[in-house]
């Protein structure tokens, strides 16, 4: 990873319509902390943003923004914050192991489009479904789901921060298929940037 703290900082606060972010984590400290600037910054500008996670991160996210003065119930700006959860949200949509598109786009593209039509035009998205297909070894299904959000990234001008959980010692072992998945993306980091210091 060859950006600074302060340009993924920055990345996190404004990203542009299309960007898709992948955050490489072995630590939930480090996911929260940049999901909290990337879905904070958002709410606080008016946007929306849209967190399709595991009951764990939407309860430390929640936590988080409210320390920073960000009550996702009601958001500083005009924007609105929805949560889903990853595993139920992912079973919504696989068919015989592999993302469906059809159902893919069943599932988040009616969300996508409530949005809007509260006039929220400016999205923020983050999910973590594709790590639990990462967990499962299923790297071809965790491809197939990233070209999906891409299709989606570029039919919405909205943007994505991927989270994916590391075992240094499994990345190690499947170093090829993580470039598999890094080159779906716009932007990639790891949790040796230490937002702390941004």
């Not at 764990?56 to 914050?81: K, N, Q, S, Y």
């Not at 469906?100 to 998205?125: E, M, N, Q, Y």
């Amino acid at each position: 990873m060859t950006e600074t703290p302060e340009s993924w900082d920055r990345l996190l606060r404004s990203p542009f319509p299309c960007d898709h972010i992948i955050q490489l984590y072995t630590d939930d400290a480090v996911l929260v902390r940049a999901l909290a600037r990337f879905i904070g910054a958002g709410l606080e500008q008016g946007e929306a943003a849209v967190a399709v996670a595991t009951a764990e991160h939407i309860a430390a996210l929640t936590a988080r923004l409210a320390a920073i003065g960000c009550d996702v119930a009601t958001p500083a700006g005009h924007g609105a914050f929805v949560a889903l959860d990853a595993e139920r949200t992912l079973a919504r949509f696989m068919v015989d192991g592999m993302p469906d598109r059809a159902a893919f786009r069943s599932v988040i593209v009616p969300v996508l489009d409530r949005l809007r039509d509260t006039g929220c035009h400016k999205i923020r998205l983050f999910g973590e479904m594709v790590n639990d297909l990462w967990e499962q070894n299923n790297t071809t299904a965790t491809v197939r789901l990233e070209e999906l959000w891409n299709e989606l990234l570029d039919e919405y001008r909205v943007c994505l921060l991927c989270a994916y959980h590391i075992d240094p010692i499994d990345a190690e072992l499947r170093r090829g298929l993580l470039h598999q998945i890094t080159r779906c993306h716009s932007h990639a980091f790891g949790d040796d940037t230490d937002l702390s210091a941004a």
